[in-house]
């Protein structure tokens, strides 16, 4: 199994840019995809990027598109969601979670909560 710990969340104004980082520990895949997610209150967890570990291939949601980056780093096992732009909207617990394997995200962090001041 993989272990999550993500940080870096915290209180910004709108416009202002924040940094996620999340570490991962344990075993390591070749097929391993790792993903960012959020959760407003009152609604569903929605998907936010991934970045493909092998080769670096990211995809993002189109509400964070030219906004966010995801990007992986080998040493130390870390991914990062570096955020601009940020929005009141943007405001949520931000998860990190990894899919070992490609059947799906399996593995989740504890989560760190972004907010957004207007």
């Known amino acids: 199994q993989v272990q999550l710990v993500e940080s870096g969340g915290g209180l910004v104004q709108a416009g202002g840019s924040l940094r996620l980082s999340c570490a991962a520990s344990?075993?390591?895949?070749?097929?391993?995809?790792m993903g960012w997610f959020r959760q407003a209150p009152g609604k569903e967890r929605e998907f936010v990027a991934q970045?493909?570990?092998?080769?670096?291939?990211?995809y993002y949601a189109d509400s964070v598109k030219g906004r966010f980056t995801i990007s992986r780093d080998n040493a130390p096992n870390t991914v990062y969601l570096q955020m601009n732009s940020l929005k009141p909207e943007d405001t949520a617990v931000y998860y990190c979670?990894?899919?070992?394997?490609?059947?799906?995200?399996?593995?989740w962090g504890q989560g760190t909560q972004v907010t957004v001041s207007s």
């Open positions: 979670a990894a899919d070992l394997d490609g059947s799906g995200y399996a593995c």
């Open positions: 344990g075993r390591t895949f070749s097929s391993l995809t």
């Open positions: 970045v493909r570990w092998s080769g670096g291939n990211t």
